[in-house]
């Protein structure tokens, strides 16, 4: 954000979809107070990382949908902090839930990030409505 401004609180982000372990609740906050030291616009602010959120969720559902489950778990099985039980909890709960799961999911650490996943591995659509 210092050297991108508000683009680059929209790339952190992204970032904090597709790698976890780094939390938004520490990217918005400090947005929010470069918006207020005049760095760039509260507006800016939203909007880049809005977008940002919105473009991390998309690769990981492109992720899931083009290497499939098995090799999506080996490879989020890699990454620090993110255990293959998560994953699965994740994954059951998408399941039993459906298109719910999704948006309900956005509102939980961690879980916001992996719920894109079996939604590619499902290949479920982009555009759906939340209630179907």
């Known amino acids: 954000m210092e050297a991108l401004g508000a683009p680059g609180a929209g790339l952190a982000t992204a970032l904090e979809n ?7 609740e520490v990217i918005l906050p400090f947005a929010r107070f470069k918006a207020s030291r005049g760095g760039f616009t509260l507006l800016e602010a939203i909007f880049w990382t809005t977008a940002g ?13 083009w290497l499939g489950r098995q090799r999506t778990r ?6 620090p902090f993110v255990a293959l039980d998560d994953v699965d909890k994740v994954e059951a709960w998408f399941l039993r839930h459906g298109y719910r799961a999704v948006f309900l999911g ?8 992996l719920v894109f996943i079996p939604g590619g591995i499902e290949r479920m659509p982009t555009r759906s409505k939340v209630g179907a």
């Not at 080996?74 to 990454?79: D, E, P, T």
């Open 74 to 79: 080996a490879l989020v099985g890699k990454i």
């Open 53 to 65: 959120s919105l473009l991390g969720a998309y690769l990981l559902h492109l992720l899931g949908a």
């Open 18 to 24: 597709l790698f976890p372990p780094i939390p938004s």
């Open 106 to 113: 956005r509102l939980l650490p961690l879980f916001r990030s």
